[in-house]
């Protein structure tokens, strides 16, 4: 202490200590992971259950699972304790419609202030996400392409000017996910995603924000009808 007390005196600047993740917070990722990627299906969960599961003690479980209900991404009732909430088409198409509002609202935003940096980004991520395969050899998503799908989406409109905006863009981009990877592996064989990707990413760099926004809303509207074509899910 009296030696680190010493450097600091003499003008030498210590580096601070790296921030420690709590149970609360390490619990709390990984059960978004588990329910955005759909191996928490929708249905009612139980605090000792999950405890096991995750190796946690009630008051870090229950944090990180009041924390996903305020995100929406949980159902909390009095006394009932929390579920993950059901599906429905009527959600997926709701969710879809909504998104494509708001990100064609950030996306015409984002063009009309683009910058070189803004494109040399917008770039880069597109490049990195072509780069990586879709999907694994046991035929789950591969969690790369689904972080640098994320990134490359966000960077789209991530130029807009208003975190506000950008905020409800990325809860309308969770419930997506789940719904995407609880009908994964289906719709790979019947669409070109890399090329809708493409397509998207050479109208925004031409700064055409008519094409890209009726790109994006065209990219948005496929996913959503291949899901609402899954008869396992929606069995119609």
């Not at 640098?148 to 419930?175: K, M, P, Y």
């Not at 669409?191 to 809303?217: G, N, Q, S």
Request: proline share 4%; with cysteine.
């Amino acid at each position: 202490m009296r030696a680190q007390a010493a450097k600091a005196s003499a003008g030498e600047v210590l580096a601070p200590r790296a921030a420690v993740p709590t149970h609360a917070s390490s619990v709390h990722d990984r059960l978004r992971t588990d329910i955005l990627s759909g191996r928490l299906p929708p249905g009612r969960l139980t605090i000792r259950a999950l405890g096991e599961r995750y190796g946690v003690g009630q008051t870090p479980l229950r944090e990180a699972l009041n924390r996903l209900a305020a995100d929406g991404l949980l159902l909390a009732e009095d006394q009932r304790g929390f579920s993950v909430p059901g599906i429905s088409a009527e959600e997926l198409e709701e969710l879809t419609r909504t998104r494509c509002w708001l990100e064609e609202r950030a996306l015409r935003e984002s063009i009309a202030a683009a910058t070189e940096a803004w494109e040399e980004s917008l770039l880069l991520a597109g490049h990195r996400l072509s780069r990586t395969p879709r999907g694994l050899e046991d035929g789950v998503l591969n969690p790369v392409w689904e972080e640098r799908h994320r990134a490359f989406h966000e960077r789209l409109i991530g130029n807009c000017g208003s975190r506000w905006l950008v905020g409800f863009c990325r809860q309308l981009t969770d419930r997506h996910q789940r719904y995407r990877h609880l009908a994964a592996g289906r719709s790979r064989g019947e669409r070109d995603v890399d090329a809708e990707h493409r397509a998207i990413l050479d109208a925004a760099l031409r700064r055409d924000a008519d094409a890209a926004v009726a790109l994006l809303t065209a990219h948005y509207q496929r996913t959503a009808s291949v899901i609402l074509a899954d008869r396992s899910l929606f069995p119609g």
